[in-house]
Antibody, heavy 114, light 112 residues
Framework: QVQLQQWGAGLLKPSETLSLTCAVY????????WTWVRQSPGTGLEWIGE???????NYNPSLKSRVTISVDTSKNQFSLKMNSVTAADTAVYYC????????WGQGTLVTVSS | DVVMTQSPLSLPVTLGQPASISCRSS???????????LNWFQQRPGQSPRRLIY???NRDSGVPDRFSGSGSGTDFTLKISRVEAEDIGVYYC??????????FGQGTRLEI
């Protein structure tokens, strides 16, 4: 049974960089893609991007210029960085397994406010 | 981007009665491998989304058989044969055929 546990800073000021990490417990890390999704009241569920164990990534074109997803296979972890955040990036951020999102982390509320 | 449109957005239900949610995509969700990557998720209050159905009609492990998915091409349906109290929450469809990006419906709130 796979478990995804995520963490990161929950309060940011405009223009700062969002940084979140997701650790994967159980299952095979190298067999899957690993995904970030966010959820805000205004925009619903939004796919941010995905990565595989070799570091190959796909990003949402609407966020691509500000987002970097990376992987640390030695720790079975993957991370999200988003620069130049604004209030519009306030959301609950989730990590998930696979392109079809069959398991999810617990979510991290990130608030951007001056 | 593929637009996913759910209806209704709010669905009042009666416990023990059936419920049905529709999801339509702006283009066919049949992938080049012949598989349709249309999934359904349930989000209970205060919880993360949980996948219920994958590839149109396949129930995930532990999902009660009162949940069923159907459809093809651009029209899809999630049905609950008899609503129970634990089913209250928001339901989302998601397409994983045309990416990037993967896209979601707006959500349907199931409420008593």
């Amino acid at each position: 049974q796979v478990q995804l546990q995520q963490w990161g800073a929950g309060l940011l000021k405009p223009s700062e960089t969002l940084s979140l990490t997701c650790a994967v417990y159980g299952g095979s890390f190298s067999d899957h893609l690993w995904t970030w999704v966010r959820q805000s009241p205004g925009t619903g569920l939004e796919w941010i991007g995905e990565i595989n164990y070799t570091g190959n990534t796909n990003y949402n074109p609407s966020l691509k210029s500000r987002v970097t997803i990376s992987v640390d296979t030695s720790k079975n972890q993957f991370s999200l960085k988003m620069n130049s955040v604004t209030a519009a990036d306030t959301a609950v951020y989730y990590c998930a397994r696979g392109r079809q999102l069959n398991s999810w982390g617990q979510g991290t509320l990130v608030t951007v406010s001056s | 981007d593929v637009v996913m449109t759910q209806s209704p957005l709010s669905l009042p239900v009666t416990l023990g009665q059936p419920a049905s949610i529709s999801c339509r995509s702006s283009q066919s969700l049949v992938f080049s491998d012949g598989i349709t990557y249309l999934n359904w998720f349930q989000q209970r209050p205060g919880q993360s989304p949980r996948r219920l159905i994958y590839k149109v009609s396949n129930r995930d492990s532990g999902v009660p058989d009162r949940f069923s998915g159907s459809g093809s091409g651009t029209d899809f349906t999630l049905k609950i044969s008899r609503v129970e109290a634990e089913d209250i929450g928001v339901y989302y469809c998601m397409q994983g055929t045309h990416w990037p990006p993967i896209t979601f419906g707006q959500g349907t709130r199931l409420e008593i």
